[in-house]
């Protein structure tokens, strides 16, 4: 059984499982998923019922047609504009107020009794009331998306300031250093890499948050076009706009890991908190 | 060296022993352990000293069956070791204790869950009770690992091995995380325990990883002297002391040649494991 | 200063209401927006007719049906996924595949498998609580010290034993840990699966507390009912996160 090779043999045997060739690495990708397409294939023959579930082929092809057609464009356009302005804004006052809190015992006693009541009302509950007070359109989903970000950032940055090393401080004030050079180079890079996991884990809930905002509330948006379409019974455009959905949220979590990668290549994370 | 002729009686016998590393992403391979023979007597206390790095560790880990060795033989009682078994007990330099489980439900876990023979409840409570109280945790028995300190985790790692009842111990440098106080007062404890007074067929054979020189020679009846680059053993060195040895041994000028002998023989590669190449030549 | 710093948490909570209620009354924006008064008032009558409390009961219910089996296939497949690299490696491109997906846009298409009623809510309850547990249980499994499962093989116990005895405890905090963020996440897409539901079919649906704040979005324009559903979608959640916590404590006293 493999798990005895791996834990009798571990450093022998040449990670022959752990470390594989970018090239087998796609192999086996290309693989799985060709597999999977064609159960996919088979399953939409047997149900012959191309509303409930079309073949791969059509998907493919209602995604060709819908990107020539701009509707991709469009939809995809309304929804990373709100999601910039949502998730800038969280960061722009959670991060800030998160260094704030981790840094003053006083505004800490202060936000984090609200912090802590808001939070688990999660931003899909204020959907209801938002549409109330703002209106179906570009504000409501905006307004979600921020919500669903904001505490992930400002939760991840507390713990970063509260987690830096005590010793590493103490050392800095030995060399004779002042206190606001402490906290521009060794408070702020200390907590970067729980700042970044912040970030990642809050675009990551504001993307699940904007799908619910423009399901429900938004005339535009690739949440929109899923309903739209599933109302007009085209199923095929329906699984285009959900691939699609997937696609930016991977591009998403793939590029705030890069940039964690190169802003902090000594963190080694092994705490995340949402 | 050259291959000895095995006798007849040995406990564990390794016949020409090599074993090869591949490192993955440059796909070279290392040579860690070239051609060891070595036999281990029934009830001898057998300790391997050497530089870090000389494949001590590796050839603990083949006897023990955790590890194949590339070409050669290793036997017990004259039967080839496939994988591990409770016959060979393991105390682990890490101590390897199971974190989920108390005191008392690590010293039993062999004998509890072991796939040959495992025993009843009755009959497992009163040998566990019984290695307990020879390594001295009594009252510490319903504590998890992290409770303890190092040297109890030390002495329950201990009661694990011995709790299993195997014929042969192998101990991977068991004492290296601890500070020196404790070290000293173990290596008395683990004398006591394995029976210094007893005749060599009463005894368990060990075998014994250290880096340790004082440590091999105060516990040893012989200590396997490796070098590094490929691992070998460079001489087996009969310890003569008296036993029942205690801490008066270290000061007799018998333990003190001893030690010096040994550490002349290995200072070359300890230095070049430790500093580099270019240190030696200061050195 | 001591006893200033008691009351400090207070303040802003108590300023926010402060203010709500001195906003409502100052500028008098019409009968239907809701005060601090008019929410307690709602929220009473909302539980002593029982009306609240069954909603409750009833997407709990769905969470549950789906959480659970959820929990059932992510642990056994990520536990198969960490023990052996081969099905690791072949499935590890679908689940990532897949993992990206907000489970909030599966739910057209859960509608139109499963129809509105709780059969599509649990998919989709499912499906968000899956990757979490999934994802956890690979790491618990992967982060198990290997001296370990050595250390046991040495005193010659067998596979079996030593996947119940040192593999399945030594992942179970992770796992813990991935039923927690799984649960409060199949608690909020309820809440979505269920409103969206509301919103689409046009109709009260069969209860839970997301239909609930449909109905009082759409038909009786009821600002309070909706807070009051929002507080109690909120202390739930609360209540799961620190129960789960709790649970975690006492099966996990090796942990310190």
Request: no cysteine; aromatic share 14%.
């Given at each position: 059984m493999s798990l005895e090779e791996k834990t009798a043999d571990r450093t022998s045997s040449p990670r022959a499982s752990g470390v594989p060739s970018a090239v087998s690495t796609m192999l086996i990708y290309l693989r799985s998923m060709g597999i999977f397409a064609l159960i996919w294939y088979a399953g939409a023959w047997w149900i012959g019922n191309p509303v409930l579930l079309p073949s791969p082929v059509a998907v493919v092809q209602s995604l060709f047609s819908l990107i020539a057609s701009g509707e991709v464009a469009s939809n995809a356009a309304s929804s990373l504009q709100r999601l910039a302005m949502g998730f800038a804004g969280a960061a722009l006052i959670g991060i800030p107020l998160g260094l704030l809190m981790g840094m003053s015992r006083i505004l800490y006693a202060l936000v984090d009794p609200l912090i802590e009541l808001l939070?688990?009302?999660?931003?899909?509950?204020?959907i209801p009331l938002g549409m109330f007070i703002l209106g179906v359109g570009e504000t409501l989903p905006t307004a979600i998306m921020f919500y669903g970000a904001f505490f992930p950032i400002v939760i991840n940055t507390l713990i970063g300031v509260r987690s830096v090393d005590e010793r590493l401080i103490q050392a800095a004030k030995v060399l004779g250093v002042g206190r606001s050079s402490i906290i521009l180079n060794v408070v702020l890079p200390a907590s970067l890499p729980n700042i970044l996991v912040g970030l990642r884990l809050g675009a990551g809930a504001a993307w699940t948050a904007m799908v619910a905002a423009e399901l429900i509330g938004a005339p535009s948006g690739l949440g929109f076009a899923v309903e739209w379409y599933r109302e007009l019974l085209m199923t095929p455009s329906v699984l285009a706009f959900v691939f699609l959905i997937g696609l930016f949220g991977y591009l998403f979590d793939k590029l705030l890991r890069a940039l964690q990668t190169a802003i902090t290549p000594w963190a080694n994370i092994s705490r995340e908190v949402i | 060296m050259e291959t000895v002729a095995i006798p007849t009686k040995a406990k564990i016998s390794l016949i020409a022993i090599t074993k090869q590393y591949i490192?993955?992403?440059?796909?070279q391979t290392t040579l860690a352990v070239s051609d060891v023979s070595l036999n281990i007597q029934q009830g001898e206390f057998l300790c391997i000293v050497g530089p870090s790095g000389c494949g001590k560790s590796t050839i603990l880990s083949m006897i023990a069956g955790l590890t194949k060795p590339s070409s050669g033989t290793i036997s017990m009682d004259g039967n080839a070791i496939h994988g591990p078994g409770r016959e060979r007990g393991v105390v682990f330099q890490d101590y390897a204790?199971?974190?989920?489980?108390t005191v008392r439900e690590n010293i039993e876990f062999g004998p509890r869950f072991r796939d040959r023979a495992p025993l009843s409840t009755a009959a497992r409570r009163e040998l566990v009770d019984h290695y307990i109280e020879l390594v001295s945790l009594n009252g510490s028995e319903?504590?998890?690992?992290?409770?303890?300190s190092g040297g109890m985790r030390q002495r329950c790692a201990f009661a694990r091995a011995l709790a299993n009842e195997p014929d042969v111990l192998l101990m991977d440098e068991p004492f290296a995380a601890l500070d020196a106080q404790t070290r000293l007062i173990l290596q008395e404890e683990l004398l006591r325990i394995w029976g210094e007074e007893l005749p060599r067929d009463k005894r368990k054979t060990v075998v014994f990883i250290t880096h340790g020189i004082d440590e091999a020679v105060f516990l040893a009846d012989r200590v396997a002297v490796m070098s590094n680059h490929p691992g070998q053993i460079k001489m087996e060195k009969p310890i003569g002391l008296p036993r029942p040895r205690n801490e008066g041994v270290r000061l007799t000028t018998d333990f003190q040649k001893l030690v010096d002998e040994i550490w002349q023989l290995i200072r070359h590669d300890a230095y070049e494991a430790t500093i580099g190449k270019a240190g030696i030549k200061q050195a | 200063m001591a006893l200033s710093r008691r009351f400090l948490p207070f303040v802003l909570p108590l300023a926010l209401l402060i203010l709500w209620q001195a906003g409502v009354s100052t500028l008098?924006?019409?009968?239907?927006t809701p005060t601090p008064g008019s929410v307690v008032s709602t929220a009473w009558s909302l539980i002593s007719t029982g009306q609240l409390p069954l909603a409750m009961i009833l997407s709990l219910g769905r969470v549950l049906t789906g959480f659970v089996s959820a929990a059932v296939c992510a642990i056994l497949i990520g536990f198969l996924m960490a023990v052996s690299p081969s099905i690791g490696r072949n499935l590890d491109p679908l689940m990532e595949s897949f993992r990206p997906i907000a489970p909030i846009a599966l739910l057209p298409l859960a509608i139109l498998w499963f129809g509105t009623g709780t059969s599509a809510a649990a998919f989709i309850v499912g499906y968000a609580a899956f990757f979490p547990i999934l994802i956890n249980t690979i790491q618990g499994v992967r982060s198990i010290d290997p001296s370990l499962p050595r250390a046991a093989r040495t005193l010659g116990v067998g596979l079996p034993a030593i996947i119940r005895n040192v593999i399945l405890p030594g992942a179970l905090p992770n796992i813990f840990v991935g039923a927690r963020l799984g649960l409060g996440l199949a608690w909020s897409s309820i809440i979505a699966a269920e409103l969206a539901v509301g919103a689409k079919t046009g109709d009260a649906g069969s209860g839970g507390i997301g239909q609930m704040m449909f109905v009082f979005y759409?038909?009786?324009?009821d600002l309070s009912g909706i807070i009051v559903c929002m507080i109690a979608v909120g202390v739930v959640a609360l209540v799961i996160d620190r129960g789960l916590r709790a649970v975690e404590k006492r099966l996990l006293p090796w942990k310190q």
């Open positions: 939070r688990p009302i999660s931003g899909i509950a204020w | 490192t993955p992403r440059t796909g204790l199971f974190p989920w489980k319903d504590k998890y690992p992290h409770e303890l | 008098q924006p019409g009968p239907r759409a038909y009786s324009v």
